[in-house]
């Protein structure tokens, strides 16, 4: 109960990932974590098994670039406690995502999907600003240079998956 607390604390801010144990298990669930709310918000494009890859590949893709700009500014060590940031507040938002994700599915032809795509977005604002503050804290930089890392990171993880299975999830 402890970890959910802290990664509700990154959500609003109020905790650092270095208030996160840096512990292999931990790594492994927020991992699982991530790629189950993934699937569960993007399952209603009704091809699961494609879903189901796409899902693990954007998340070991994701960790990879993290793992390697930790590399390159010599913190690997901060590897465990960023990634359970990363991924475990990100889970966290997907759950939020997820009945967002399914009214918009009921919506999607209407003009009545201005609100969901609406709070999909901001929702989307929110999960980067976690992690730039989470890129932030990790290798102690600046915001700019931290946003533009995170960005970085996540455009990489687009191509990619792109260059993989030709399609962007």
Same mark, same amino acid.
């Given at each position: 109960?402890?970890?959910? @607390?802290?990664?509700?604390?990154?959500?609003?801010?109020?905790?650092?990932?270095?208030?996160?144990?840096?512990?292999?298990?931990?790594?492994?669930?927020?991992?699982?974590?991530?790629?189950?709310?993934?699937?569960?918000?993007? !399952?209603?494009?009704?091809?699961?098994?494609?879903?189901?890859?796409?899902?693990?590949?954007?998340?070991?893709?994701?960790?990879?670039?993290?793992?390697?700009?930790? !590399? *390159?500014?010599? @913190?690997? =060590? !901060?590897?465990?406690?960023?990634?359970?940031?990363?991924?475990?507040?990100?889970?966290?938002?997907?759950?939020?995502? *997820?009945?967002?994700?399914?009214?918009?599915?009921?919506?999607? =032809?209407?003009?009545?999907?201005?609100?969901?795509?609406?709070?999909?977005?901001? #929702?989307?604002?929110?999960?980067?600003?976690?992690?730039?503050?989470?890129?932030?804290?990790?290798? =102690?930089?600046?915001?700019?240079?931290?946003?533009?890392?995170?960005?970085?990171?996540?455009?990489?993880? #687009?191509?990619?998956?792109?260059?993989?299975?030709?399609?962007?999830?």
């Amino acid at each position: 109960m402890n970890v959910l @607390k802290l990664l509700l604390d990154l959500c609003l801010f109020q905790a650092k990932p270095q208030d996160l144990p840096a512990n292999s298990t931990l790594v492994v669930a927020t991992t699982v974590a991530a790629i189950v709310t993934n699937i569960l918000t993007h !399952r209603a494009d009704g091809q699961i098994p494609m879903v189901v890859a796409m899902s693990m590949a954007q998340v070991i893709v994701f960790g990879f670039a993290i793992w390697m700009v930790l !590399r *390159w500014k010599l @913190k690997v =060590e !901060r590897f465990r406690q960023t990634i359970t940031a990363i991924f475990g507040t990100s889970a966290l938002l997907q759950l939020v995502a *997820w009945p967002v994700v399914g009214w918009l599915y009921q919506v999607k =032809e209407s003009p009545d999907a201005s609100m969901p795509m609406t709070l999909l977005f901001a #929702l989307s604002i929110w999960v980067l600003a976690i992690a730039v503050y989470v890129i932030k804290n990790a290798l =102690e930089l600046g915001t700019g240079v931290s946003f533009l890392i995170t960005v970085g990171c996540q455009v990489f993880t #687009l191509i990619v998956v792109f260059i993989v299975f030709g399609q962007i999830g």
